[in-house]
T-cell receptor, first 114, second 116 residues
């Protein structure tokens, strides 16, 4: 089975530009998580969805960040406008409905904002 | 809110030797799930081992085992016969058993170096 698929793997963009990160969860998984990893702050949960519904977006840093999950097989994380401090690795992860089951991660999207 | 603490930012081990990475957590829940993830330089997050809090038996996966002390809220990872490929960041993580899926809460990580 294919794992969690993220795109793009790497992106370099200029400050002020819009960035869209994409994620395809593992088929059959009903929970999807977006994490951000930086040296300073480690791994932070940004938002997560259950059955395509956002459950907790308290980790979204500010209004420049938005996330959607229009269906069970696709999610986006958008940053508009981007700033240099948004440079990080963004992970998408998914899990099935079984309580406490393993969360599987994608390979991450490395974002650099210059 | 739950917190996870990894008190060792960096560790090193000689190839073929054994190393233990520490993790403590804080929770008021009686049932939960604990994980160790490995992150090599590629940044991929790879599950190493998983422990259910209601199980007294410590989980093992080949050369990897845990020492789960529920009363002490401690969850250490032991790597036996260390190999060069074990060099990575290791993250301890907690997951609540709440109805509906819940996210992982991560520690800050321990960077493990393996010396040939």
């Amino acid at each position: 089975d294919a794992g969690v698929i993220q795109s793009p793997r790497h992106e370099v963009t200029e400050m002020g530009q819009e960035v869209t990160l994409r994620c395809k969860p593992i088929s059959g998984h009903n929970s999807l998580f977006w994490y951000r990893q930086t040296m300073m702050r480690g791994l932070e949960l940004l938002i997560y969805f259950n059955n395509n519904v956002p459950i907790d977006d308290s980790g979204m840093p500010e209004d420049r960040f938005s996330a959607k999950m229009p269906n069970a097989s696709f999610s986006t994380l958008k940053i508009q406008p981007s700033e240099p401090r948004d440079s990080a690795v963004y992970f998408c992860a998914s899990s099935n409905h079984i309580i406490g089951n393993t969360i599987y991660f994608g390979e991450g999207s490395w974002l650099t904002v210059v | 809110a739950q917190t996870v603490t990894q008190s060792q930012p960096e560790m090193s081990v000689q190839e073929a030797e054994t190393v233990t990475l520490s993790c403590t957590y804080d929770t008021s829940e009686s049932d939960y799930y604990l994980f160790w993830y490995k992150q090599p330089p590629s940044r991929q997050m790879i599950l190493v081992i998983r422990q259910e809090a209601y199980k007294q038996q410590n989980a093992t996966e080949n050369r990897f085992s845990v020492n789960f002390q529920k009363a002490a809220k401690s969850f250490s990872l032991k790597i036996s016969d260390s190999q060069l490929g074990d060099a990575a960041m290791y993250f301890c993580a907690y997951r609540s058993p709440s109805a509906g899926n819940t996210p992982l809460v991560f520690g800050k990580g321990t960077r493990l170096s393996v010396i040939a």
